[in-house]
């Protein structure tokens, strides 16, 4: 029977119609099907009232999202039997058999699922423990007008992520459990909306681990207390919330900060005032003051963040003259989408270093360097991230800075940034319209103590006196390098080009630890070893590569088409401990056998690999990713010693015949997009 005729068995059954899911319509008992799959993935089914589930059980292998609306179902206990349900969602929904499943403490069906999200809306929730048999995957939790009893058996869910609560009620009794969550919990996220309660303390039995909490249109007695969630980094509050106590703290509780703390409205919602009042009892415990959509005001309330160091800006016209009271103890600002104003008191923000301008392509004109002039010989950092600066030649006025990530439109004006001899750290991107057809030589001498550049240019650039760079560990280019020696740089760690420029004219670098190759199809790459201590390298864009003999390569990552039965690149790679491989169009694999220090293997992706017996010499191997092919025979890995982690998800069996093959059936997980069970690479990003 195909997934097709399974849902006409229910339609008959229900006496129902389903329509394939149109976000645009208002529709009724609606599904999804996933062609490439061939399975019907979500449903939907509203207004019925059913003894059990026996009906959908036909699709437990294949649906991955079930919402029931406005339903009576008096048995739901063959839940736990739908495999690769990933979403659960009931709202208003009659459950019959709630009482027996929550005081029936043992399950005699083994769940083996990938259940992650429960969604509750307009119901009473007596027991959330009746999921437990299901709860060992589940990490999102979101209720909506509902009351909940024995709120504690949250702690129960041990991968619990993010808890989200809208206009819920949390009715609590004497004889509420308060259950103890397992201290290894990544829980670290609770958002509040529509909720009235007495203090923050409420969620404190839950609290061990939580990092952010979201208060939107609360009302709150008292969030003095919030020192005591130990772990947390991040405040949210929107403008509607109103926390009744604000008087005050004289509590100094010892080493306790909030990181980072966010008042407004989201850029869909109204403009309004933010009340600092809000925040009197827990002031002196934040580090850093976001405004979104700032409206101006008083700010003399700021003088009781005894704390605060950073104010950053979102969606914000700021006149910064009315932050004077806080003015003397800020060390950065930051703006988003932002524009500044009345900037003369700026001289008194006397320990002012750094301050990031962020922009909308949409919203140009927003940043004028002569406003900030006020700083010139205290700023220390500066990002600007738009190409319509006003008065950018103001920049040569700034005689202190150390790190500078700044986009400018002419050539005069690249050279006199590059003339800066303070600067540590330089990400410079030259814009030019059109792009220049003969190469351009650009003095850099100055740069005597430049640690990271980048250059973002597309066009020929000669850099001229690069041999004075001799603390220079980063180097980024993108655009096509000519004349310049960077075998002269003795100290250089990190390399990173595009494929404008041709790696094989590049000569020996004997420091080099990392290289990063963007090519082309057309590129070649004929050997690396003019690197002869790379220890790690990335290469995308094409398959036309030899790396030659390199001892000391540990990782290595290679993103484009790959016919692994003819490549001879992992030949002389004694050493390699780490490789990805994904979504590299590999059909077999093969010569991997010389690999033979191999710990962590990525092969996910590629979407055609049926065989995997080329992976049988790699003894040492202890991490294999194989998400999403086409195979089916897995008895190979039961002569890998070493390997205690494969992710065998979207193949060509279900879990339970993976398993079977498996000596050590512990060691195999199924981990499909999102969630990655490993990485291998991790880019590096310019950063002040």
């Known amino acids: 029977m195909n997934t097709m005729e399974k849902l006409k068995n229910i339609e008959e059954a229900l006496g129902i119609q389903f329509e394939k899911h149109d976000y645009s319509k208002e529709q009724t008992n609606t599904y999804e099907y996933f062609e490439h799959y061939k399975r019907i993935t979500t449903l939907t089914i509203q207004n019925i009232s059913i003894d059990n589930l026996d009906l959908f059980l036909h699709l437990v292998k294949e649906i991955s999202r079930l919402t029931f609306i406005n339903c009576t179902i008096k048995d739901i206990s063959d839940l736990i039997k739908f495999e690769l349900l990933y979403e659960f969602t009931i709202d208003n929904v009659t459950i019959g058999n709630i009482d027996m499943l929550y005081n029936n403490k043992t399950c005699t069906t083994a769940y083996d699922g990938n259940l992650k999200h429960i969604n509750i809306k307009n119901m009473t929730i007596d027991h959330l423990a009746v999921l437990q048999p299901m709860a060992k995957k589940i990490d999102h939790i979101f209720m909506t007008n509902c009351v909940i009893h024995n709120f504690y058996e949250v702690n129960l869910f041990p991968k619990l992520y993010d808890l989200r609560l809208d206009d819920v009620t949390i009715e609590q009794s004497d004889n509420d459990i308060i259950h103890k969550a397992k201290p290894d919990r990544n829980f670290i996220r609770i958002c509040l909306t529509n909720m009235t309660f007495d203090t923050i303390d409420i969620f404190l039995p839950i609290s061990e681990n939580v990092q952010h909490i979201d208060l939107s249109k609360c009302t709150i007695n008292t969030i003095r207390n919030i020192h005591q969630f130990s772990k947390l980094e991040r405040l949210d509050m929107d403008t509607a919330t109103v926390i009744k106590d604000q008087a005050l703290s004289n509590d100094k509780a010892t080493g306790f900060t909030i990181n980072y703390c966010m008042l407004g409205e989201e850029r869909s919602s109204p403009k309004a005032k933010v009340n600092l009042q809000n925040l009197a009892s827990i002031a002196h415990y934040i580090k850093n003051l976001e405004f979104r959509q700032y409206v101006s005001g008083d700010m003399t309330f700021l003088q009781h963040f005894t704390q605060l160091e950073k104010l950053d800006f979102e969606y914000s016209t700021v006149t ?158 993108y655009g096509n390098l000519k004349n310049t020696r960077l075998d002269t740089l003795h100290n250089l760690k990190y390399l990173r080009l595009d494929e404008d420029t041709d790696i094989n004219e ?40 030899n790396l030659g003999k390199l001892s000391k390569l540990k990782v290595l990552k290679i993103q484009w088409d790959l016919n692994l039965a003819e490549t001879t690149c992992f030949d002389d790679l004694p050493n390699l401990e780490k490789l990805d491989l994904s979504w590299c169009n590999i059909n077999h694999v093969n010569n991997l056998e010389k690999l033979t220090k191999l710990k962590v293997l990525d092969l996910s992706e590629n979407g055609t690999i049926e065989n995997i017996d080329g992976l049988r010499n790699l003894k040492k191997l202890e991490q294999l990713n194989l998400y999403s092919n086409k195979i089916s025979d897995i008895s190979v890995l039961n002569t890998l010693p070493c390997l205690t982690e494969v992710n065998l998800e979207s193949n060509g069996l279900d879990k339970k015949a993976f398993l079977q093959q498996l000596n050590k059936p512990e060691i195999a997980i199924f981990y499909g997009l999102p969630f990655i069970p490993f990485r291998i690479w991790d880019d590096q990003y310019f950063d002040l």
Do not use: M
């Open 320 to 477: 910064i003259d009315n932050f004077v009271p806080i003015a003397p103890q800020i060390k950065e600002l930051y703006f988003s989408q932002s524009e500044l104003k009345e900037t003369a008191q700026l001289k008194a923000f006397t320990q002012l270093e750094k301050i990031t301008f962020y922009t909308n392509p949409h919203e140009k004109g927003l940043i004028d360097l002569k406003k900030l002039l006020p700083l010139k010989h205290q700023l220390k950092k500066l990002k600007i991230d738009e190409d319509e600066v006003k008065n950018i030649s103001c920049i040569k006025e700034f005689t202190v800075l150390e790190s500078l990530d700044i986009t400018v439109t002419s050539i005069a004006q690249a050279k006199s940034i590059v003339a800066f001899k303070t600067l540590k750290r330089l990400r410079l991107f030259i814009d030019i319209e059109p792009e220049p057809l003969d190469t351009i030589a650009i003095d850099v001498s100055a740069l005597t103590n430049v640690e990271t550049l980048e250059l973002w240019c597309y066009f020929s650039i000669e850099l001229i006196g690069i041999a004075y760079l001799q603390k220079l560990k980063n180097f980024t280019l």
């Open 506 to 545: 590049i000569r020996a670098i004997k420091s080099l630890k990392t290289l990063v190759l963007e090519a082309s199809e057309a590129s070649k790459i004929d050997t690396l070893e003019q690197f002869p201590n790379i220890e790690n390298v990335k290469i995308s864009g094409t398959s036309k590569i």
